[in-house]
């Protein structure tokens, strides 16, 4: 019997062979693979902050980064073999070129749905979408700051988990689940003014008169230890975190966006959000997840046309590729740059039917492969980890030692660890009463045991 790190369960088979004796031998070999879970691991610790780049709606894998050319392909995305396993579109993504070497494509990644809306949620949870369960299961960023809140130190203003235009996605942006709302994300649209973040000295009196008046008049309910004043707690959490972010002098700085800064990254608001993000990890006041999304990759029909599959690749292109470059040249005291502070993961919440465009001229959702990028916090550059065949339909060769594609679980685990937090984790205290796994055992429709994605870090 394969072990539980190279096959997967179905529900079905689990409850069918949990319908066998325990005594009889043959399903001994079963017991011991589901022990592996309570085994002790040591987190990696390579990074001190994740950005998160959501591409919403599903990039086209095979128009981008396992690029598939056949007779479909434009001639203007100048493909080109920059490397005996990599071809390039250069057309759409020129920028990107040229920042390879701080780069690992992830070619093996599978999704578990393929509708929007369960994948989006999968994609920010990690878990399944579970309708009961909806409200209580905490994103991976809130987990995350939950887990190194106790890092944070008296100057810390800015909030654990920001997230950055997460407005168009079919899931929503995830809340704090069961979790305390001081981390659920501080959500900013960069097509607002960001100048209300920070209190200027002329209003300064005013508002610490009128923050004052606040707290004396709602004090017994944010104090309440009764169970029906959590929500009030919450509210409170959520005061106390604006208030210390809005009179701290770094916050004018980081939520700034310099007139060449904002031509440099392609004068979009992905752009845009990730010169904030990049400030975020600069400033190192407190942010240590952050969660982009970039929207529009939605093309069922007409993915060639300029405003499409062109204009997301190139707003990308020129956001990533500049973000990439700041943060390699941006040191801290000890030396260290801040890319190599911070682990980057860009992706889709699955990727787009290979081959001959449909009907309509477009692409429609894809679960079986799609490509995952990863940067900086350890991970080692330019390279290739895992392969699909000649159209890009299924994946073929894995690449990271296990005998299965990559899933959502398994990026989840990779973050968790590059972090320093030990992915095994339970908490049993939820409304629910069922058990909260860090990363849960049984996926969408399988049970697997998931793993750090080792060959990222060399």
Known sequence: MGRLFDTHLTR?????????SLSAYWFLPLVKPLNVRAAKVSPRGSARFCIF?????????????????GKWTPGDFEVKQLQPDLKWPVGLYPKLAAQLDKIALLRSV??????????????????ALNPSLQKEIPPVGS????????QRRPGDTLPPYVALNVTQSQAGLLKSGFLPATYSPFHIDTNTGLSAYQVDEGG????????????R??????????????????????????????????????????????ARYGKTITGDACILARNLVEADAGTRFIFLQQDGWDHHSNIYQQGNHYKRSWELDHALAPLFEDLAGRKRDDGRSLLSQTLIVCMGEFGRTPGELTALAGRDHYQYAFTALFAGGGVKG?????????????VVDPGWGLKRSIYMEDIATTIYSAMGVDWTKTMKETPSGREFYYIEPF??????ANREIAPLFG
């Open 53 to 69: 780049v959501m591409l919403d709606g599903g990039q086209s894998h095979v128009d981008a980064w396992d690029l598939k050319e």
């Open 143 to 150: 987990v995350v700051a939950m887990e190194l809140a106790r």
């Open 204 to 215: 300064r009196a005013e508002f610490e008169r009128r923050w004052e008046l606040l707290k």
């Open 382 to 394: 330019g390279q290739r980890i895992g392969k699909t065949d000649e159209l890009g339909t299924k």
């Open 110 to 127: 599978e999704a578990w749905d393929s509708v929007h809306g369960r994948a989006q949620y999968y994609v920010q949870a990690a878990h």
């Open 217 to 262: 008049f709602d004090a017994r309910l944010r104090t309440d230890k009764a169970l029906e004043a959590k929500a009030y707690r919450d509210f409170n959490d959520h005061y106390q975190g604006a208030v210390q972010m809005m009179t701290d002098p770094r916050t004018g700085k980081v939520f700034q966006i310099p007139p060449e800064d904002h």
């Open 12 to 20: 079905r088979e689990l409850f069918r062979l949990g319908g066998v």
């Open 443 to 448: 996926a969408t429709t399988k049970m697997i």
